[in-house]
């Protein structure tokens, strides 16, 4: 099987997954995560397979500059006027667990726990 025949969220894009969509539109979709770490968590990812942020080019920049519009544009629909943590995991080391590009969109009414502790 091919890397987008086997990929979630490309099944999500074809509705053969279904998905608790809070937006759609001809280039992405927004939809909750199914684990979510805060009261606030969506996903905002393109309909084309694009594996990580690594794989974009210039081609990407607008596709890139939509989705980074809409995360504010969502989340104060979702009810964090207040602000919001964006995530782009990147790779194996980015702890990135699904190959299709994708933005966490976390939120709460409370401030966030800080992301990455130092190390000593």
Known sequence: MDEQNDCIFCKIVQAAIPAQKIFEDDD??????????????????PKIHVASLMACEEPHQQLLGKMLLLAPALAKKQGCTDGFRTIINTGTVGGQEVYHLHIHVIGSKNRLPAMIHKSQ
Do not use: C, G, T, Y
């Open 28 to 45: 992405v979709i927004a939809f909750n995560d199914i684990n979510p770490v805060a009261p606030m968590h969506f996903l905002i990812i």
